[in-house]
């Protein structure tokens, strides 16, 4: 089989363009083919970058591990593939395929991947909060 190519919309988010379209099981299969995946517990990419609004598209291995990190805006996580395990605060909570999870500017959060998961990330931007 061979490896996933770039998909032409995917360059679309390098410039302000007012739609940007993408087929996201498209871009994983090209972040599970790519080196970053070969060599770690998960990769990701960057699908829209703009002043208030980014979107992220992560793949994770099973037990793979992003350790606890805070986002400077919302989040909104949704959960494509698999079930992850996400650590917020004090609390345990779990995201299943399907699912969607938002979390407020400024709270650690850690994520695991249960099994191979696939998760989309949405940052919001801080809507005049600081997250100091």
């Given at each position: ?15 302000s363009?007012p ?14 083919a ?6 770690a ?30 986002a ?9 593939e ?51």
């Open positions: 089989m061979e490896p996933a190519q770039p998909s032409p919309e995917r360059y679309a988010t390098k410039f363009a739609i940007i379209e993408l087929d996201l099981f498209k871009e994983l299969a090209e972040i599970r790519g080196a970053a995946y070969g060599g517990d998960h990769a990701a990419m960057t699908l829209v970058n703009e002043e208030d609004l980014r979107v992220v598209l992560i793949a994770l291995r099973a037990q793979g591990h992003m350790h606890q990190h805070r400077h805006g919302p989040i909104v996580l949704q959960a494509l698999g079930s992850l395990r996400l650590g917020v605060g004090e609390r345990t909570l779990e995201l299943r395929r399907g699912g969607l999870m938002a979390i407020d500017a400024g709270l650690p959060h850690d994520v695991e991947a249960i099994e191979e998961s696939a998760l989309l990330l949405v940052i919001g931007g801080t809507g005049g909060r600081s997250s100091e």
